[in-house]
C-alpha cells in the first residue's frame, strides 16, 4: 500500500529533506525582456528521493523550462513512514528577479 501511497509536504518540511538543489539559469532573453517573478512548481519526489515528475503551477512561461531543468537535479533525503521510504510531493518557487542585462538572480524556497 505505501506504494501508491503519497505524502503532501509543505514547503517547510521538504526544506528539511532537501540534500542538493541547483537554482536555475536566468534566460538571458528573459533578462533582456525585464521578465521577472515567481514559477511555482509541483514535484513527485522518488521514495529513494529524486525527482520523479515535475508540474507547473504557475508562473511567466518564459521562465519555467529554467525552473524545470534546474528542479529535476535537486536530491532529497528519503522520507520515511516507519522503515519505509515513502514517495511524496512538495511546491517549490523560484523567485526571478532582474533590472536588465548583467543583473538578475534567482532563489528558491524551499
Known amino acids: 500500500a505505501t506504494r501508491y501511497f503519497l505524502r503532501k509536504?509543505?514547503?517547510t518540511q521538504a526544506a528539511e529533506l532537501v540534500l542538493t538543489r541547483k537554482q536555475p539559469t536566468y534566460?538571458?532573453?528573459a533578462t533582456a525582456a525585464h521578465v521577472w517573478g515567481s514559477v511555482v512548481l509541483r514535484a513527485f519526489v522518488s521514495g529513494a528521493g529524486t525527482v520523479e515528475k515535475i508540474f507547473v503551477v504557475s508562473g511567466p512561461a518564459?521562465?519555467?523550462s529554467s525552473a524545470e531543468i534546474a528542479l529535476?537535479?535537486?536530491t532529497f533525503k528519503p522520507l520515511m513512514a516507519g522503515t519505509q521510504a515513502v514517495r511524496f510531493d512538495t511546491d517549490v518557487t523560484f523567485v526571478?528577479?532582474?533590472s536588465g542585462?548583467?543583473?538578475s538572480?534567482?532563489?528558491s524556497n524551499p
Do not use: A, C, E, H
Open 9 to 11: 509536504l509543505s514547503t
Open 27 to 29: 534566460p538571458p532573453i
Open 62 to 64: 518564459m521562465l519555467q
Open 72 to 74: 529535476k537535479d535537486w
Open 96 to 98: 526571478f528577479k532582474t
Open 101 to 103: 542585462p548583467g543583473s
Open 105 to 107: 538572480r534567482v532563489t
